[in-house]
C-alpha cells in the first residue's frame, strides 16, 4: 500500500475563485479522469479537469511536472501555473510514486528522500529532466539518466551560508561543551562549584590557535573557513579538484594530501562530494591517522564516515567529540544503527541546509529549471545541467518516428515509441521543447519575491559565486 498519495495542483488562472485547487488522484482512483472522484469529509469542494477543452479547438494538454518526495508546491505553481500541470506524490520510493506520474510526467522535482537508480529511472516512461531542489546529486545515477534522455539539473549554489553557518555552529559547540551543559540542567545535575563545572565541562577547549582542517574546498567550504579565520582558527584544507593559487587569496594553507591534513588537524571538518572513489573515506585507518583527541564534523554526505569506525574511537577517546548532519541511513535514528551507544555525539537530521530564505530561492530557481526545459531546448536552455556530456553522447529520443506521434500533444514527439499511440497525419515540424509552438507562451518569468538584506557574515565575500554547470566545483554537496 502507498504510504503517501499524489496530489495535482492545477492552474489557478484557469479556475474561478470557488473551484478546489487541488485533486486527489491516489491508489484509492487509478483513472485519470479527476471528475469521478471526490475526496473523503471533512473536505467539501468541487472537483474539476486537469485542464478545461477549448471551445471550438483542440484541446491542449500541459506538460505534467512532478514533485517527487514533498507535498507543498506553492512556491512552484506562480512560476509554472501557465505552462505546466504541477502534481506532488510526498513519496519515500519510486514505489510510492502514482502511475500516471510515472506514465505522463515530463518533469520531475526532487529532494534528497528518494535515490534514483537506474532501475527506477526506467520506470520513467516520458521524463525529460529532473532538477534536484539543492545541490547534491549523488542520489541521481546521472550517467543512466542521461543514456535514457533525461537531463539532471541541481542548484549549486544553494544554502552555501546556512550550512556554513551550521558548521561552525557544530564545531563551538563541541569546543564549548554547550550541549553537554544544557542536558546537565535539564536533568537536574546541580552544577555550582568549581569542581562540578569542571565535571560537566570537562573536554571544553579555547578556540584560538585551534587547527581547523577542512576536506574540500567548494562555495561551502570556502564560506566555513572565512567564518572559522573570525574565530581564530587556523585553516587548513585538502581539495585535489581546486585550482592553484585559490589559498592565497583566502589566506588559507594549503596541504598536499590527505594524511598531512589529518596530522594536523585539532578538528576536521568534511565539505567534499560522494563517490565512488571517497566512499567511507573517514574510516579507521583514517581516524587513526587523526590526532588523538581531535574533533570530527560532517555536513556534507553520510556515507563518507564509517560509523561503526567512529562509534568505536568515540568509545575509546581516540576523537574528543563527533557532530554530524548527515548519516549513511536517513532518515536517522539514535535507535538503531552503531551510533546509538556512542558518547560524545552531536546528531541532527539532514538540516544543516535549512533556512525559510534558502528554501523559497532553491524552489523558485528550480520551478525556473523546469520552465526552461518546457519553453526552451534541452539541454541548450538549461542553466545548471550536471549531465550535459551523457545527454550529447546519447541521443535517447533518436529512434522515435515523428509520424506516430499526434500533433495536438505537447512535446509528445520526444515521447518513447508506445506512451503516445494515436493517428498520425498533418504533423507540423518538430520543435524543440517539450510544448510546440502552435501554444502560445510567455517567456518572461514572474518577478522573484524580494527578500530582506542581510548583512555579510564577518570575512563574507560578497560577491556573488560563478552559477552554471561548468563553474561548480565538485564538492559542492547540499
Same mark, same amino acid.
Given at each position: 500500500?502507498? +504510504?503517501?498519495?499524489?496530489?495535482?495542483?492545477?492552474?489557478?488562472?484557469?479556475?474561478?475563485?470557488?473551484?478546489?485547487?487541488?485533486?486527489?488522484?491516489?491508489?484509492?482512483?487509478?483513472?485519470?479522469?479527476?471528475? /469521478?472522484?471526490?475526496?473523503?469529509?471533512?473536505?467539501? !469542494?468541487?472537483?474539476?479537469?486537469?485542464?478545461?477543452?477549448? !471551445?471550438?479547438?483542440?484541446?491542449?494538454?500541459?506538460?505534467?511536472?512532478?514533485?517527487?518526495?514533498?507535498?507543498?508546491?506553492?512556491?512552484?505553481?506562480?512560476?509554472? @501555473?501557465?505552462?505546466?500541470?504541477?502534481?506532488?506524490?510526498?513519496?519515500?520510493?519510486?514505489?510510492?510514486?502514482?502511475?500516471?506520474?510515472?506514465?505522463?510526467?515530463?518533469?520531475?522535482?526532487?529532494?534528497?528522500?528518494?535515490?534514483?537508480?537506474? %532501475?527506477?529511472?526506467? @520506470?520513467?516512461?516520458?521524463?525529460?529532466?529532473?532538477?534536484?531542489?539543492?545541490?547534491?546529486?549523488?542520489?541521481?545515477?546521472? #550517467?543512466?539518466?542521461?543514456?535514457?534522455?533525461?537531463?539532471?539539473?541541481? !542548484?549549486?549554489?544553494?544554502?552555501?551560508?546556512?550550512?556554513?553557518?551550521?558548521?561552525?555552529?557544530?564545531?563551538?559547540?563541541?569546543?564549548? +561543551?554547550?550541549?553537554?551543559?544544557?542536558?546537565?540542567?535539564?536533568?537536574? $545535575?546541580?552544577?555550582?562549584?568549581? %569542581?562540578?563545572?569542571?565535571?560537566?565541562?570537562?573536554?571544553?577547549?579555547?578556540?584560538?590557535?585551534?587547527?581547523?582542517?577542512?576536506?574540500?574546498?567548494?562555495?561551502?567550504?570556502?564560506?566555513?573557513?572565512?567564518?572559522? @579565520?573570525?574565530?581564530?582558527?587556523?585553516?587548513?584544507?585538502?581539495?585535489?579538484?581546486?585550482?592553484?593559487?585559490?589559498?592565497?587569496?583566502?589566506?588559507?594553507?594549503?596541504?598536499?594530501?590527505?594524511?598531512?591534513?589529518?596530522?594536523?588537524?585539532?578538528?576536521?571538518?568534511?565539505?567534499?562530494?560522494?563517490?565512488?572513489?571517497?566512499?567511507?573515506?573517514?574510516?579507521?585507518?583514517?581516524? #587513526?591517522?587523526?590526532?588523538?583527541?581531535?574533533?570530527?564534523?560532517?555536513?556534507?554526505?553520510?556515507?563518507?564516515?564509517?560509523? @561503526?569506525?567512529?562509534?568505536?574511537?568515540?568509545?575509546?577517546?581516540?576523537?574528543?567529540?563527533?557532530?554530524?548532519?548527515?548519516?549513511?541511513?536517513?532518515?536517522?535514528?539514535?535507535?538503531?544503527?552503531?551510533?546509538?551507544?556512542?558518547?560524545?555525539?552531536?546528531?541532527?537530521?539532514?538540516?544543516?541546509?535549512?533556512?525559510?530564505?534558502?528554501?523559497?530561492?532553491? +524552489?523558485?530557481?528550480?520551478?525556473?529549471?523546469?520552465?526552461?526545459?518546457? $519553453?526552451?531546448?534541452?539541454?541548450?536552455?538549461?542553466?545548471?545541467?550536471?549531465?550535459?556530456?551523457?545527454?550529447?553522447?546519447?541521443?535517447?529520443?533518436?529512434?522515435?518516428?515523428?509520424?506516430?506521434?499526434?500533433?495536438?500533444?505537447?512535446?509528445?514527439?520526444?515521447?518513447?515509441?508506445?506512451?503516445?499511440?494515436?493517428?498520425?497525419?498533418?504533423?507540423?515540424?518538430?520543435? /524543440?521543447?517539450?510544448?510546440?509552438?502552435?501554444?502560445?507562451?510567455?517567456?518572461?518569468?514572474?518577478?522573484?519575491?524580494?527578500?530582506?538584506?542581510?548583512?555579510?557574515?564577518?570575512?563574507?565575500?560578497?560577491?556573488?559565486?560563478?552559477?552554471?554547470?561548468?563553474?561548480?566545483?565538485?564538492?559542492?554537496?547540499?
Amino acid at each position: 500500500a502507498q +504510504r503517501n498519495y499524489p496530489f495535482f495542483q492545477n492552474n489557478i488562472s484557469d479556475f474561478s475563485e470557488g473551484d478546489c485547487s487541488w485533486v486527489d488522484v491516489s491508489s484509492r482512483q487509478q483513472e485519470n479522469n479527476a471528475e /469521478e472522484y471526490n475526496p473523503t469529509p471533512p473536505l467539501t !469542494m468541487k472537483t474539476f479537469r486537469i485542464r478545461p477543452p477549448i !471551445m471550438n479547438g483542440p484541446m491542449h494538454p500541459r506538460p505534467l511536472v512532478a514533485l517527487l518526495d514533498g507535498r507543498d508546491c506553492t512556491v512552484e505553481m506562480p512560476i509554472l @501555473k501557465d505552462v505546466a500541470t504541477v502534481a506532488f506524490c510526498d513519496a519515500q520510493s519510486t514505489q510510492e510514486i502514482h502511475e500516471k506520474v510515472l506514465n505522463e510526467a515530463v518533469g520531475a522535482l526532487m529532494y534528497h528522500t528518494i535515490t534514483l537508480m537506474r %532501475e527506477d529511472l526506467e @520506470k520513467f516512461k516520458a521524463l525529460r529532466i529532473i532538477v534536484r531542489i539543492g545541490s547534491g546529486y549523488d542520489n541521481i545515477d546521472i #550517467k543512466s539518466a542521461g543514456e535514457l534522455g533525461i537531463a539532471v539539473c541541481n !542548484m549549486p549554489a544553494a544554502s552555501v551560508e546556512e550550512t556554513a553557518d551550521s558548521t561552525l555552529c557544530h564545531i563551538l559547540t563541541l569546543y564549548r +561543551r554547550t550541549t553537554w551543559l544544557h542536558q546537565a540542567l535539564r536533568e537536574g $545535575t546541580r552544577v555550582q562549584s568549581v %569542581e562540578q563545572i569542571r565535571e560537566v565541562a570537562s573536554g571544553a577547549a579555547r578556540i584560538r590557535g585551534e587547527t581547523l582542517g577542512l576536506i574540500g574546498l567548494g562555495r561551502v567550504g570556502q564560506a566555513v573557513a572565512l567564518r572559522a @579565520k573570525a574565530f581564530g582558527f587556523n585553516v587548513i584544507f585538502y581539495d585535489p579538484y581546486l585550482a592553484d593559487g585559490v589559498e592565497r587569496s583566502l589566506g588559507l594553507q594549503r596541504v598536499t594530501t590527505l594524511q598531512d591534513l589529518l596530522f594536523h588537524s585539532d578538528c576536521v571538518s568534511l565539505h567534499c562530494s560522494l563517490n565512488e572513489h571517497n566512499h567511507h573515506l573517514i574510516n579507521d585507518f583514517t581516524i #587513526k591517522q587523526m590526532r588523538q583527541g581531535a574533533f570530527l564534523v560532517n555536513t556534507a554526505r553520510g556515507g563518507l564516515v564509517d560509523e @561503526k569506525a567512529l562509534a568505536q574511537a568515540l568509545k575509546e577517546g581516540r576523537i574528543r567529540g563527533a557532530a554530524l548532519d548527515v548519516h549513511e541511513t536517513e532518515p536517522f535514528s539514535f535507535s538503531q544503527g552503531p551510533l546509538k551507544d556512542a558518547p560524545n555525539l552531536i546528531c541532527t537530521p539532514h538540516a544543516a541546509w535549512y533556512s525559510e530564505q534558502a528554501s523559497l530561492e532553491m +524552489r523558485e530557481e528550480a520551478a525556473r529549471e523546469i520552465r526552461r526545459a518546457i $519553453t526552451g531546448r534541452i539541454p541548450d536552455s538549461l542553466k545548471n545541467c550536471v549531465n550535459k556530456e551523457f545527454l550529447t553522447q546519447n541521443n535517447h529520443w533518436a529512434g522515435v518516428d515523428p509520424a506516430t506521434v499526434h500533433p495536438e500533444l505537447n512535446g509528445a514527439y520526444r515521447y518513447p515509441p508506445g506512451v503516445v499511440n494515436l493517428p498520425a497525419g498533418g504533423l507540423p515540424p518538430p520543435v /524543440e521543447g517539450i510544448v510546440p509552438s502552435a501554444v502560445p507562451l510567455s517567456h518572461t518569468l514572474p518577478p522573484p519575491v524580494a527578500h530582506p538584506p542581510h548583512a555579510p557574515s564577518p570575512g563574507q565575500n560578497t560577491v556573488k559565486p560563478p552559477e552554471g554547470d561548468r563553474e561548480q566545483h565538485p564538492n559542492d554537496q547540499l
